[in-house]
Antibody, heavy 122, light 108 residues
Framework: EVQLVESGGGLVKPGGSLRLSCTAS????????MVWVRQAPGKGLEWVSF????????YYADSGKGRFTISRDNAKNSLYLEMNNLRVDDTAMYFC???????????????WGRGTLVSVSS | SYVLTQPPSVSVAPGETARMTCGGD??????VHWYQQRPGQAPELVVY???ARPSGVPARLSGSNSGNTATLTISGVEAGDEADYYC???????????FGGGTKLTVL
């Protein structure tokens, strides 16, 4: 089955760090650009970060610049989001999603994981 | 920076037509994509590149984009269409992904 599965969420104190993972099954992650998108409780979707299939392009929303780092390990068929200096307003469900463009960017996302919950609280 | 504006809610009776708008400056120059998110679930792509449908999405759902407004139209609304709907574009100027605030579709 073609799917994405996120993991690594949890409860962390303000200022702490977490590393989220997104593992693909049923297809090779290596040929696709990927994104992280988050959703605070009761709120809308907010894009977090983008990485191209070749790792040559990485983009971040202002909310995470300097604190979040997106990376991928194609050998492990996995995508990551390293989050440092976490704040209370980073509390959200974090989804990974696939851009279907292969070697180019389609700039939309046709496969989503079910998300992993990050809670930042003292 | 570029902003996408969606009405917070739309309500229609079963069998009627729901129209959900996504406003943006000269949005017709951009490709607009739409996602459906049912409660407790991940988003699902329902329209891409303004009006194309992924396989498996019924023809009742259609998209258009003109001027400053993109529209997702659902004809013959069913109870199962009740969900939040988000529009999305790529901001080429700043290399970032933008989502609208979302519209909650209620089937009366």
């Amino acid at each position: 089955e073609v799917q994405l599965v996120e993991s690594g969420g949890g409860l962390v104190k303000p200022g702490g760090s977490l590393r989220l993972s997104c593992t693909a099954s049923g297809f090779s992650l290596s040929i696709y650009s990927m994104v992280w998108v988050r959703q605070a409780p009761g709120k809308g979707l907010e894009w977090v970060s983008f990485v191209s299939s070749t790792n040559s392009h990485k983009y971040y929303a202002d909310s995470g610049k300097g604190r979040f780092t997106i990376s991928r390990d194609n050998a492990k068929n996995s995508l990551y989001l390293e989050m440092n200096n976490l704040r209370v307003d980073d509390t959200a469900m974090y989804f990974c999603a696939r851009d279907p463009g292969g070697g180019s960017f389609s700039r939309y996302f046709n496969l989503w994981g079910r998300g992993t919950l990050v809670s930042v609280s003292s | 920076s570029y902003v996408l504006t969606q009405p917070p809610s739309v309500s229609v009776a079963p069998g009627e037509t729901a129209r959900m708008t996504c406003g943006g400056d000269n949005i017709e120059s951009k490709s607009v994509h739409w996602y459906q998110q049912r409660p407790g679930q991940a988003p699902e792509l329902v329209v891409y590149d303004d009006s194309a449908r992924p396989s498996g999405v019924p023809a009742r759902l259609s998209g258009s984009n003109s001027g400053n407004t993109a529209t997702l139209t659902i004809s013959g609304v069913e109870a199962g269409d009740e969900a939040d709907y988000y529009c999305q574009v790529w901001d080429n100027t700043n290399d970032l992904v933008l989502f609208g605030g979302g519209t909650k579709l209620t089937v009366l």
